[in-house]
């Protein structure tokens, strides 16, 4: 009998800019300090990239050839690229489509996915199936955001939030470890509480709009706080309970919004701090890179077999979680 075949990250790069947006550097900005952004959000700065027409794929092209040039990888043997992000270069083509075209991937088909914050388990879930049917070899899946092409400097109930970076992994076929199971959820009703007004076809972009501040990130707060902390405790617990994986094994990747929703998800989980992941004072919420980068971080932490748990909640509202086991050890 042919052994199940599973999705499996055989190698993770992360890229973020070296220009840094302290929390010092806000206080000039605007009113708050930073005693009150750390306090509500762990984040003690993050990363910005600068100079002109500079997209997210200036962001995802130095994660990608960085992952080539570790894997001894051709461009030529990636037969898929996804890219998710909800800061594309433009509506189109694809900003898969230009990383794709920047690194030299001639052979494969490239696409953009888009679920906010989410996007990063939403297409780990949406690759794993090419690699199980057999349709695809070799996929880099590319979350990437700059997330401060859509924030407004003068909301100080946002602009502490966010930073810009990339994170990328290549899925290969593996007969022992991988993407074991996911979980993927959404609520259409909570598009209400975190979106952008304007700037697609339904609000076009217009002086009215610009002028209104309609084209930067708009969220209720506590509304998405609630929610988050309690959706992805919700997926996370599931998935741990479902596959009976034991609370001192179990790494969680969550989704790196918020240190307090970080928290209150591991804590309902059951789980010591020392298993959780957690970058955000260094990076902010880099939307879906967050996930890529934290793990890229740990790297050297895991060991083959190792059980990750990933879970996330962004706007949609979308939420999910991903089991995976870890394919490789340090180096």
């Known amino acids: 009998m042919m052994k199940k075949v599973y999705a499996a990250i055989t190698a993770i790069e992360a890229w973020y800019p070296p220009d840094i947006l302290t929390n010092a550097d806000l206080e000039k900005m605007v009113d708050t300090t930073d005693k009150w952004i750390v306090s509500r959000t762990g984040i003690k700065e993050?990363?910005?990239?600068?100079?002109?027409?500079?997209?997210?794929?200036?962001?995802?092209?130095?994660?990608?050839k960085k992952l080539l040039e570790k894997t001894g990888t051709s461009p030529k043997e990636i037969d898929m690229v996804i890219c998710t992000t909800v800061t594309p270069?433009?509506?189109?083509?694809?900003?898969?489509?230009?990383?794709?075209?920047?690194?030299?991937?001639?052979?494969?088909?490239?696409?953009?996915?888009?679920?906010a914050c989410s996007g990063f388990v939403y297409m780990l879930a949406v690759a794993s199936k090419f690699i199980e049917t057999g349709s695809a070899k070799k996929i880099i899946c590319i979350g990437?955001?700059?997330?401060?092409?859509?924030?407004d400097y003068t909301d100080r109930s946002t602009c502490p939030l966010f930073g810009d970076a990339a994170g990328a992994v290549l899925l290969e076929p593996c007969t022992e470890f991988g993407i074991m199971d996911h979980i993927l959820r959404t609520d259409g009703s909570g598009r209400h509480h975190l979106y952008m007004k304007a700037g697609g076809s339904q609000r076009p972009a217009s002086h009215e709009t610009v002028d209104a501040h309609e084209h930067f990130i708009f969220q209720e707060g506590q509304t998405v706080f609630k929610m988050a902390v309690s959706k992805m405790a919700d997926v996370s617990v599931e998935m741990m309970e479902k596959h009976q994986i034991p609370a001192d094994k179990v790494w969680l990747v969550p989704h790196q919004a918020n240190l307090r929703i970080i928290t209150a998800v591991a804590k309902r989980m059951g789980l010591d701090p020392k298993r959780v992941m957690i970058n955000i004072q260094k990076y902010g919420n880099t939307t879906t890179a967050t996930i890529p980068l934290v793990i890229y971080e740990y790297e050297k932490k895991l060991r083959k077999g190792d059980p990750l748990i990933l879970s996330s909640f962004g706007g949609g509202f979308t939420w999910g979680s991903v089991y995976l086991t870890w394919a490789y050890d340090p180096e």
């Open 46 to 64: 993050r990363r910005i990239l600068r100079g002109p027409d500079k997209g997210t794929s200036e962001l995802a092209v130095p994660a990608v």
């Open 89 to 115: 270069d433009m509506f189109f083509p694809s900003t898969a489509n230009i990383i794709s075209d920047k690194v030299g991937i001639t052979n494969a088909f490239s696409f953009d996915m888009a679920a």
């Open 144 to 151: 990437a955001d700059k997330m401060s092409s859509i924030t």
